[in-house]
Protein backbone atom coordinates (compact mmCIF):
# COMPACT_ATOMS: atom_id res chain seq x y z
CA UNK A 1 0.00 0.00 0.00
CA UNK A 2 1.64 3.23 -0.87
CA UNK A 3 1.29 5.78 1.64
CA UNK A 4 -0.77 8.97 1.71
CA UNK A 5 -0.48 12.42 3.32
CA UNK A 6 -2.78 15.00 4.12
CA UNK A 7 -1.58 18.27 2.93
CA UNK A 8 -3.72 21.49 3.22
CA UNK A 9 -6.93 20.18 2.15
CA UNK A 10 -5.61 16.93 -0.22
CA UNK A 11 -4.86 13.49 0.13
CA UNK A 12 -1.56 13.18 -1.98
CA UNK A 13 0.75 10.44 -2.27
CA UNK A 14 3.42 10.97 -0.22
CA UNK A 15 6.38 11.48 -2.73
CA UNK A 16 4.53 14.50 -3.73
CA UNK A 17 3.29 15.90 -0.40
CA UNK A 18 5.02 19.32 -0.07
CA UNK A 19 4.42 22.51 1.40
CA UNK A 20 5.34 26.22 -0.33
CA UNK A 21 8.91 27.38 -0.12
CA UNK A 22 7.64 30.40 1.87
CA UNK A 23 5.69 28.08 4.98
CA UNK A 24 6.67 29.73 8.14
CA UNK A 25 7.09 26.08 9.42
CA UNK A 26 9.87 26.03 6.50
CA UNK A 27 11.23 29.20 7.25
CA UNK A 28 11.24 29.90 10.86
CA UNK A 29 10.03 26.67 12.68
CA UNK A 30 6.64 28.63 13.56
CA UNK A 31 4.58 25.62 14.06
CA UNK A 32 3.22 23.00 16.52
CA UNK A 33 2.95 19.21 15.96
CA UNK A 34 1.82 16.41 17.71
CA UNK A 35 2.41 12.79 17.65
CA UNK A 36 -0.23 9.86 18.46
CA UNK A 37 0.02 6.43 18.80
CA UNK A 38 -2.41 3.82 16.66
CA UNK A 39 -2.98 0.54 18.46
CA UNK A 40 -5.12 -1.95 17.00
CA UNK A 41 -6.45 0.46 14.34
CA UNK A 42 -7.49 3.14 17.09
CA UNK A 43 -5.99 6.72 18.21
CA UNK A 44 -4.49 6.39 21.32
CA UNK A 45 -5.67 9.28 23.78
CA UNK A 46 -6.07 11.26 21.13
CA UNK A 47 -8.50 13.92 23.36
CA UNK A 48 -5.38 14.52 25.54
CA UNK A 49 -3.49 15.18 22.20
CA UNK A 50 -6.14 17.64 20.44
CA UNK A 51 -6.63 19.54 23.95
CA UNK A 52 -2.74 19.75 24.05
CA UNK A 53 -2.65 20.96 20.15
CA UNK A 54 -5.25 23.76 21.02
CA UNK A 55 -2.66 24.80 24.24
CA UNK A 56 0.60 24.83 21.70
CA UNK A 57 -1.60 26.76 19.26
CA UNK A 58 -3.18 28.78 21.76
CA UNK A 59 -0.09 29.99 23.65
CA UNK A 60 1.93 30.44 19.74
CA UNK A 61 -1.42 32.76 19.03
CA UNK A 62 -1.59 30.55 15.87
CA UNK A 63 -4.97 30.03 14.72
CA UNK A 64 -6.46 26.33 14.46
CA UNK A 65 -6.59 25.23 10.86
CA UNK A 66 -10.07 23.36 11.57
CA UNK A 67 -12.33 21.96 14.02
CA UNK A 68 -11.65 19.35 16.27
CA UNK A 69 -14.17 16.93 14.37
CA UNK A 70 -12.88 17.94 11.04
CA UNK A 71 -9.56 16.50 12.50
CA UNK A 72 -10.17 14.34 13.96
CA UNK A 73 -11.73 12.92 10.81
CA UNK A 74 -8.58 13.89 9.24
CA UNK A 75 -6.22 11.92 11.41
CA UNK A 76 -8.70 9.05 10.89
CA UNK A 77 -8.77 9.32 7.41
CA UNK A 78 -4.79 9.14 7.17
CA UNK A 79 -4.80 6.36 9.00
CA UNK A 80 -7.42 4.64 6.69
CA UNK A 81 -5.69 5.21 3.90
CA UNK A 82 -1.73 4.43 4.98
CA UNK A 83 -3.34 0.99 6.31
CA UNK A 84 -2.14 1.56 9.83
CA UNK A 85 -2.94 -0.61 12.28
CA UNK A 86 -0.21 -0.15 14.43
CA UNK A 87 2.15 2.65 14.21
CA UNK A 88 1.77 6.41 14.59
CA UNK A 89 -0.03 9.53 13.53
CA UNK A 90 1.63 12.88 13.12
CA UNK A 91 0.36 16.42 12.71
CA UNK A 92 1.68 19.69 12.15
CA UNK A 93 0.11 23.19 12.33
CA UNK A 94 2.21 25.97 11.11
CA UNK A 95 1.34 29.61 10.81
CA UNK A 96 0.80 29.48 7.04
CA UNK A 97 2.38 30.70 3.76
CA UNK A 98 3.51 34.35 3.38
CA UNK A 99 6.54 36.92 2.39
CA UNK A 100 9.33 36.04 4.57
CA UNK A 101 9.38 38.26 7.57
CA UNK A 102 9.51 37.74 11.21
CA UNK A 103 6.63 39.51 12.68
CA UNK A 104 3.05 37.49 12.19
CA UNK A 105 1.52 37.43 8.59
CA UNK A 106 -1.27 39.22 7.82
CA UNK A 107 -4.59 38.93 9.95
CA UNK A 108 -6.47 36.11 7.94
CA UNK A 109 -3.28 33.84 6.56
CA UNK A 110 -4.55 29.99 6.62
CA UNK A 111 -2.53 28.08 9.14
CA UNK A 112 -0.72 25.36 7.50
CA UNK A 113 -2.23 21.44 8.02
CA UNK A 114 0.06 18.39 7.07
CA UNK A 115 -1.11 14.92 8.47
CA UNK A 116 1.02 12.07 7.90
CA UNK A 117 0.79 8.39 9.37
CA UNK A 118 3.29 5.59 9.54
CA UNK A 119 3.35 1.55 10.69
CA UNK A 120 5.64 0.50 13.64
CA UNK A 121 7.11 -2.96 13.85
CA UNK A 122 5.50 -3.84 17.26
CA UNK A 123 7.74 -6.89 17.57
CA UNK A 124 10.93 -5.14 16.82
CA UNK A 125 9.74 -2.37 19.74
CA UNK A 126 8.70 -5.67 22.27
CA UNK A 127 12.26 -6.67 21.26
CA UNK A 128 14.17 -3.02 22.50
CA UNK A 129 11.74 -2.97 25.23
CA UNK A 130 12.42 -6.30 26.80
CA UNK A 131 16.54 -5.04 26.42
CA UNK A 132 16.31 -1.70 27.16
CA UNK A 133 18.11 1.52 25.88
CA UNK A 134 20.95 3.27 26.57
CA UNK A 135 20.58 7.27 27.84
CA UNK A 136 23.39 9.65 28.03
CA UNK A 137 23.13 13.17 29.67
CA UNK A 138 23.58 16.66 27.86
CA UNK A 139 23.59 20.66 29.07
CA UNK A 140 20.23 21.98 28.76
CA UNK A 141 20.23 24.68 25.99
CA UNK A 142 16.74 25.17 24.89
CA UNK A 143 14.48 27.66 25.25
CA UNK A 144 12.05 27.92 28.72
CA UNK A 145 8.65 27.25 26.57
CA UNK A 146 9.22 23.66 25.81
CA UNK A 147 5.77 23.30 27.39
CA UNK A 148 4.75 24.11 23.99
CA UNK A 149 5.11 21.40 21.42
CA UNK A 150 6.86 23.14 19.22
CA UNK A 151 8.57 22.10 15.71
CA UNK A 152 11.28 24.08 16.41
CA UNK A 153 14.04 21.08 17.66
CA UNK A 154 17.37 21.79 16.53
CA UNK A 155 18.49 21.12 20.33
CA UNK A 156 16.96 18.04 20.32
CA UNK A 157 18.13 16.97 17.01
CA UNK A 158 21.38 17.64 18.10
CA UNK A 159 21.17 15.51 21.39
CA UNK A 160 19.59 12.73 20.09
CA UNK A 161 22.62 12.53 16.93
CA UNK A 162 25.21 12.44 19.80
CA UNK A 163 22.86 9.90 21.68
CA UNK A 164 23.01 7.87 18.52
CA UNK A 165 26.83 8.61 18.02
CA UNK A 166 27.45 7.32 21.61
CA UNK A 167 25.46 3.77 21.16
CA UNK A 168 22.16 4.90 23.08
CA UNK A 169 18.68 6.04 22.17
CA UNK A 170 17.95 9.21 24.25
CA UNK A 171 19.59 11.89 25.62
CA UNK A 172 18.33 13.46 28.71
CA UNK A 173 18.57 17.41 28.93
CA UNK A 174 20.58 18.41 32.43
CA UNK A 175 19.71 21.74 33.52
CA UNK A 176 22.34 24.10 35.74
CA UNK A 177 21.58 22.96 38.80
CA UNK A 178 22.33 19.54 37.88
CA UNK A 179 18.44 18.42 37.93
CA UNK A 180 17.30 16.20 34.83
CA UNK A 181 14.30 17.82 32.36
CA UNK A 182 13.66 15.25 29.86
CA UNK A 183 14.71 13.81 27.13
CA UNK A 184 15.23 14.98 23.73
CA UNK A 185 11.94 13.68 23.05
CA UNK A 186 10.71 11.94 26.50
CA UNK A 187 9.79 12.29 29.34
CA UNK A 188 12.41 10.72 31.68
CA UNK A 189 11.47 8.95 34.90
CA UNK A 190 13.18 6.97 37.70
CA UNK A 191 12.61 4.20 40.84
CA UNK A 192 14.27 4.89 43.70
CA UNK A 193 15.84 2.09 45.81
CA UNK A 194 12.59 2.72 48.30
CA UNK A 195 10.52 1.76 45.18
CA UNK A 196 9.38 5.43 44.73
CA UNK A 197 8.97 6.55 41.17
CA UNK A 198 10.40 9.93 40.79
CA UNK A 199 9.67 12.34 37.74
CA UNK A 200 10.45 16.11 37.48
CA UNK A 201 7.05 18.62 37.43
CA UNK A 202 5.36 19.23 34.66
CA UNK A 203 5.58 23.12 35.20
CA UNK A 204 8.89 23.12 35.51
CA UNK A 205 11.08 22.89 32.11
CA UNK A 206 9.43 19.84 30.44
CA UNK A 207 6.73 18.95 27.89
CA UNK A 208 3.61 17.84 29.50
CA UNK A 209 3.48 14.46 28.22
CA UNK A 210 0.55 12.28 27.63
CA UNK A 211 2.04 9.06 28.44
CA UNK A 212 3.24 10.40 31.19
CA UNK A 213 -0.03 11.58 32.42
CA UNK A 214 -1.35 8.20 31.63
CA UNK A 215 1.39 6.36 33.19
CA UNK A 216 0.82 8.17 36.64
CA UNK A 217 -2.45 6.91 36.27
CA UNK A 218 -1.45 3.43 35.65
CA UNK A 219 1.70 3.56 38.52
CA UNK A 220 -1.31 5.00 41.21
CA UNK A 221 -3.80 2.11 39.95
CA UNK A 222 -0.74 -0.21 40.72
CA UNK A 223 -0.32 1.22 44.05
CA UNK A 224 2.87 2.88 43.54
CA UNK A 225 4.06 5.93 44.63
CA UNK A 226 4.90 8.93 42.30
CA UNK A 227 6.65 11.68 43.69
CA UNK A 228 7.15 14.79 41.22
CA UNK A 229 10.13 16.59 42.23
CA UNK A 230 13.25 17.04 40.24
CA UNK A 231 15.79 14.47 40.21
CA UNK A 232 19.37 14.58 39.45
CA UNK A 233 22.01 12.83 37.54
CA UNK A 234 23.86 11.26 40.68
CA UNK A 235 20.19 9.79 41.99
CA UNK A 236 19.36 8.76 38.47
CA UNK A 237 22.83 6.71 38.54
CA UNK A 238 22.41 5.58 41.74
CA UNK A 239 18.57 4.36 41.37
CA UNK A 240 16.82 0.96 41.48
CA UNK A 241 15.35 1.66 37.85
CA UNK A 242 15.13 4.29 34.91
CA UNK A 243 12.60 4.89 32.19
CA UNK A 244 11.40 6.95 29.36
CA UNK A 245 7.81 7.70 28.29
CA UNK A 246 6.51 9.09 24.68
CA UNK A 247 3.37 8.16 22.61
CA UNK A 248 6.28 6.57 20.22
CA UNK A 249 7.79 4.17 22.86
CA UNK A 250 5.54 4.18 25.52
CA UNK A 251 7.21 2.96 28.40
CA UNK A 252 10.96 2.04 27.57
CA UNK A 253 13.25 0.85 29.90
CA UNK A 254 16.34 2.67 30.51
CA UNK A 255 19.46 0.13 31.79
CA UNK A 256 22.37 2.28 31.02
CA UNK A 257 23.00 5.69 31.95
CA UNK A 258 26.20 7.34 30.82
CA UNK A 259 27.89 3.90 29.54
CA UNK A 260 27.03 2.51 33.48
CA UNK A 261 24.55 0.17 34.33
CA UNK A 262 21.08 1.41 35.83
CA UNK A 263 20.13 -1.10 38.73
CA UNK A 264 21.18 -4.76 37.77
CA UNK A 265 21.43 -3.18 34.15
CA UNK A 266 18.01 -4.77 33.58
CA UNK A 267 14.54 -4.25 32.82
CA UNK A 268 13.04 -3.02 36.42
CA UNK A 269 9.72 -4.75 37.15
CA UNK A 270 8.01 -1.41 37.22
CA UNK A 271 8.83 0.01 34.06
CA UNK A 272 7.45 -3.04 32.81
CA UNK A 273 4.22 -3.34 34.99
CA UNK A 274 3.43 -0.03 33.55
CA UNK A 275 4.07 -1.07 30.08
CA UNK A 276 2.23 -3.81 30.42
CA UNK A 277 -0.86 -2.00 31.78
CA UNK A 278 -0.95 1.06 29.68
CA UNK A 279 -3.63 0.29 27.44
CA UNK A 280 -5.70 -0.62 29.43
CA UNK A 281 -5.63 3.17 31.38
CA UNK A 282 -5.01 5.50 27.92
CA UNK A 283 -8.45 6.46 26.03
CA UNK A 284 -8.45 4.23 22.95
CA UNK A 285 -11.15 5.42 20.17
N1 LIG B 1 9.25 15.42 25.93
C1 LIG B 1 9.59 15.78 24.68
C2 LIG B 1 10.65 16.81 24.46
C3 LIG B 1 8.93 15.18 23.58
O1 LIG B 1 9.26 15.54 22.34
C4 LIG B 1 7.94 14.20 23.82
C5 LIG B 1 7.24 13.55 22.71
O2 LIG B 1 7.48 13.79 21.58
C6 LIG B 1 7.64 13.86 25.14
C7 LIG B 1 8.30 14.50 26.17
C8 LIG B 1 6.60 12.82 25.45
O3 LIG B 1 5.31 13.30 25.17
P1 LIG B 1 4.12 12.30 24.82
O4 LIG B 1 4.03 11.33 25.94
O5 LIG B 1 2.92 13.20 24.76
O6 LIG B 1 4.45 11.67 23.52
Known amino acids: MSRIA ?50 SLRELRIAEPMGRAALSLVLREVVRRNGVRDGLVYLQVTRGVARRDHVFPPLGTAPSLVVTARRADRAAQEKVAQQGVAVITVPENRWPRVDIKSISLLPNVLAKQQAKEAGAREAWFVDAQGFVTEGGSTNAW ?15 GILRGITRTVVMEVARALGLEVEERPFTVAEAAAAQEAFITAATTVVM ?3 VLDGRPVGDGKPGPVAVALRLKFHDFAEIA
Open 190 to 204: IVTRAGRIVTRPAEL
Open 6 to 55: YVNGRYLPHHDASVHVEDRGYQFADGVYEVCEVWNGHLVDERRHLDRLER
Open 253 to 255: PVV
